[in-house]
C-alpha cells in the first residue's frame, strides 16, 4: 500500500465543524470507514473518534500525527449509519463528530469493546415456533430443544438447555440458522411475559392500514390518523408481525420514556422475539448491550426514545413513530435534531415504510399529506365499541371558580367519585401558585436572574424559580412596602390537590408532576397504582396526557386551557389543541363513556369551537390557512440563531454583526432574514438571550446560506464573547 493511501479521515466529539486527517501507521491494520480508533488530540490528550474515510490528505504528511490503537476490526457503524448521520450533520450544521457521539450508547463512545458476551437465552422464533414437529424426524436432539423453548415463552438459557444433552450446541444452532430460533443476552433483553392471548379481530379501518403499510414496496411515509384509543398500536403490532415474518427488524420511537414500559410490555405479551429497549435512564451496560445486539440484527425489534433512531438495524423493514407530533422528538440542546425527521429521511434511505401515528397530527405532516407526499391511513373509530367523550365548555366569564375550580366542575367530579370512577384534572402548572404578592402595595417575589416571577411551593415554603430552579425562602416582609401581608395569587397542581383533599376529605388524590415524581421510577409507579384502581382523582400537568391508558377515568376537567392560546409561539395554537385533545382521550377508554370539561374565558375562540366539535381537521384546516397567511411553517422553513451571554448588550451586538454577515453573502432573495431580536424571556439564568430568525419559503437556499454563513460567523471575534447556536427547524422561537 502506498504511504499516501495510509491516510484516514476521523470525526472527533469536539464542537469543530469539521473532520481530521490523521496516518495510520504502518504496524496497525487499516481500519474500515465506521470503526472506532483512538488518536491523540491537544497536547497530551487521546480521544476515540471514528472513521469516516480513507482518503488521501490534502496536508503535508509529516504534519499528520499517527492513530495510537484501532478499536474495531469491523465498523460499529455501517456504510448507511454513517452516511445518515453525515447527512444528519450537514442538516442540521452540527459538527459531525458530536452527532456520531449522540448515536454511540456512552460504553462504545468511551472506546470499550463492542462486544456483548454472547447469547445466553434462546427463543422460538414466529416461524420456529410454526414448524411441524413431525420436520425434526432425523433430528431427535433438535427435536428435544425445540419442544423445550416451545413450552417456554420466556426462553431458555444455555445451562437450562444444557441439561437436555450434551450436543444442545449444535442442535440450537442447527435451529438459529434455519431461522427459527434466536439467541440473545439476559442482561438487557427481556422477553418477559408472553402472553398466548389472541390478538382482537381488526375493525375494517385497522385492516385496511395493515394492509397498505405491508404492501407498500420499499419506501413509503404513511400518516396513521386515529383519535385516541382507535387501535393504533394494534396496527402497528400487526404491520410488525409482517415485517417478522419476513425475518425483518423493525423501529419504533416514542417520544417519552414513560410510555416505553407500557408499550414494551404490549409488544413482549405479543411477540416470543425478544425487544430491545433504548432510552436514557437504562445502565450504560443495558444501552450498550441492546444497541449491539440490534446492530448484529440479534433482536428484531427495537423501541426508544429519540436517539434510538440512530441504532444501526442491519436488516431493517419498517420504522413507527408513535405521537409524531410531541415536540419531545427534536432535541433541545447541543444536536438539536428532529427524531421524526431523521427516522423519515432513515426510512427513505433504506427503502422501507414509515408510519407517523397520532390522533392530532402537527401540521407539517398533515400538509404533506396534502401535497399527496405522504399517505393518510384513518381509524376514524374507537376501537373496542369505546365511544368517544363528550366535550363540553365552561364559560368562566359567567361562573364563579374557587381554587381554580369551577361549580360545574366540582359537581361532576362529586358525582363521578360517588360513582366509583376516576377524575383527571388537567393543569399544566406545577407549584402551588404562580404569584408570590404582597397585598399592601402590589410587588410580586421576581427571580433575581430571569425575567420570571417565583412560584411559590407550600409543601417546602419556598419560592422557586421553574426557568433556572433558583430556589429562596419566603420573605416575611414585602421588599416593597415592608407590609406583612404576603399571599399566593393564582393556583398550581399543589394548590388544585390541596383544596380537593378539603372538598372530598374521603377520595383517594393523586398529584402527578415534575415535583411529586422526581425520583427514577416514580412516575411508572405511581400510573401503576392508579391503573389498579388506588386513586379517585387524579391532578397532573401534561405528563399525564401522553399515551397512559386509564380505563376507568370517566371525567376529565381542564383547568386552565387559555393558558395556551397566546403564548408567543406561533405554534402555541397548535400545541394546546394537541394536548387538549390527548387529555381527552384519557377519559372512557374502556366500556363506560366518558365526559370532558375545558374552563375557558375564550369559549368562542376558533380553538376551542373545533375541540367541541372534536374536530381536529377543522382546526387544522383554520390553522393552516393561518399559517399560510402569515407564512409561517409548514408554508416555510426556519433556521433561529440564538445567542446568550452574561453581559447585557453582547447577544444582540453579536447577532447584529451576524446578520450584516448574512447580507453580504445572501444567496437569494428568497431568504428573509428578521431582524436581531432579545428573546421573548430575554434574562434567563443570569444570562441575555436574542436570537435572530432566518426564514424561506424553500429549503434549498435557506441551506446554502447557513453553511457559508456559519463559517462566517465563528471567525467574529464578537462569536467568542457570547454562547451561539444554531436551530435548523426550531419547534420553539423563543
Ligand atoms: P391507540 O394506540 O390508537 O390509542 P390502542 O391500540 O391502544 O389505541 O387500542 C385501544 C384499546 O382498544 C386497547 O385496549 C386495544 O387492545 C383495543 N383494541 C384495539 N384494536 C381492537 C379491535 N380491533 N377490537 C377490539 N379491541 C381493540
Ligand atoms: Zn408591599
Ligand atoms: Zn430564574
Known sequence: MSAAARTIQIAIPAPLRKSFDYLVPADLPMPAPGARVRVPFGPRRTVVGVVLAVAASAMPLRQLKPIVEVLDDQPLLPPSMLQLLCWAADYYHHPIGEVIATALPARLRRGEPANTGGASVWTLTAEGAAVDDAVFKRALIQQRVWRALKEAAAGLDDDTLAELSPRWRAAIDGLAAKGWASGYQRECLEAGEHLQTPPPSMTAAQT??????????????????????????????????????????????????????????????????????????MTDAERACAWLMAHHGKVPIVLGTRSAVFTPLPKLGVIVVDEEHDASYKQQDGFRYSARDVAMLRANRAGVPIVLGSATPSLETLQRVRAGAYTELDLPDRAGGAAMPTIELLDLRRLAIDDGLSHPLRTAISETVSRGEQVLLFLNRRGFAPVWMCYGCGWVAPCQRCDARLTYHRASSRLRCHHCGADSALPATCPGCRGTELNALGEGTERIETALKQMFATARIVRIDRDSVRAKGALEATLESVHDGHADILVGTQMLSKGHDFPNVTLVGVLNADQGLYGSDFRAGERLVQQIIQVSGRAGRAAKAGRVLIQTYHPDHPVFTALRQQNYQQFADYALTERGETGFPPFSHLALLRAESPAIGAALAFLRHAHALARACMPAAEVQLMDPMPSPMERRAGRYRAQLLVQSRTRAPLHALLSDWLERISALKEAKRVRWSLDVDPIDTY
Open 208 to 281: 385496511a392500514a395493515v394492509d397498505a403499510v405491508v404492501s407498500a414496496n420499499g419506501f413509503r411515509p404513511f400518516l396513521l390518523h386515529g383519535v385516541t384509543g382507535s387501535g393504533k398500536t394494534e396496527v402497528y403490532l400487526r404491520v410488525i408481525d409482517e415485517v417478522l415474518r419476513r425475518g425483518q427488524q423493525a423501529l419504533v420511537l416514542v417520544p417519552e420514556i414513560s410510555l416505553t414500559p407500557q408499550l414494551a410490555a404490549r409488544f413482549r405479551a405479543r411477540f416470543r422475539e425478544p425487544v430491545a429497549v433504548l432510552h436514557s435512564e
